[in-house]
T-cell receptor
Framework: DGGITQSPKYLFRKEGQNVTLSCEQN?????MYWYRQDPGQGLRLIYY???????QKGDIAEGYSVSREKKESFPLTVTSAQKNPTAFYLC???????????????FGSGTRLTVV | AQKITQTQPGMFVQEKEAVTLDCTYD???????LFWYKQPSSGEMIFLIY??????QNATEGRYSLNFQKARKSANLVISASQLGDSAMYFC???????????????????FGQGTILTVHP
């Protein structure tokens, strides 16, 4: 079955370390997105990519980096410059263009990152 | 810039009763899509319902309906016959769309509201 796989499910990071969150999809979707969710809050967009080898900053990109070398993969690196990285991270994908406007996102199951 | 507002941090409803979750939005675009997602405590995001800005009929999906009032820029979710399994966080979201004259649509990014925690009592 097609879907999005995020790994790991739980991740612990020491202060000052970079960590990379994995996101892989086999839905043949063009666009991929990374969101951050803090407890009891909504989702905020970190980065998104609508085509391979291209990506744009979202609302809270500082302290994060991404790459999009393959259509299927959109890894997110949380760098040491991100001062408060403890959060729930969700990856999503969608088609970029189509003829049906009823086309939402498919989400992964998320990664819970904790700084220790 | 898009903005989504959910003014109800928490809502309570009795099992089998109906409940309305409020959502207002702000956009200058003519073409956009409105979505509702459910997030249980596991964290997964479950798509519930979609309403396009040009749709004249309110969307319905089983026990979910979307009360779309375009002039008021509101897109409230109505859940009928609440069940205990409906207890979760609910998010309203909006996506900007770019429609091409030749047909077809380019989809923008989703912007989410702050969410409403719904608790269903037995």
């Amino acid at each position: 079955d097609g879907g999005i796989t995020q790994s790991p499910k739980y991740l612990f990071r020491k202060e000052g370390q970079n960590v990379t969150l994995s996101c892989e999809q086999n839905l043949n979707h063009d666009a991929m997105y990374w969101y951050r969710q803090d407890p009891g809050q909504g989702l905020r967009l970190i980065y998104y990519s609508q085509i391979v080898n291209d990506f744009q900053k979202g609302d809270i990109a500082e302290g994060y980096s991404v790459s999009r070398e393959k259509k299927e993969s959109f890894p997110l690196t949380v760098t040491s410059a991100q001062k408060n990285p403890t959060a729930f991270y969700l990856c999503a994908s969608s088609i970029y263009q189509g003829r049906s406007r009823n086309y939402g996102y498919t989400f992964g199951s998320g990664t819970r990152l904790t700084v220790v | 810039a898009q903005k989504i507002t959910q003014t109800q941090p928490g809502m309570f409803v009795q099992e089998k009763e109906a409940v309305t979750l409020d959502c207002t939005y702000d956009t200058s675009d003519q073409s956009y899509g409105l979505f509702w997602y459910k997030q249980p405590s596991s964290g997964e995001m479950i798509f519930l319902i979609y309403q396009g800005s040009y749709d004249e009929q309110n969307a319905t999906e089983g026990r979910y309906s979307l009360n779309f009032q375009k002039a008021r820029k509101s897109a409230n979710l109505v859940i009928s016959a609440s069940q205990l399994g409906d207890s979760a966080m609910y998010f309203c979201a909006m996506r900007e769309d770019l429609m091409f004259s030749a047909g077809g649509t380019s989809y923008g990014k989703l912007t989410f509201g702050q969410g409403t925690i719904l608790t269903v009592h037995p």
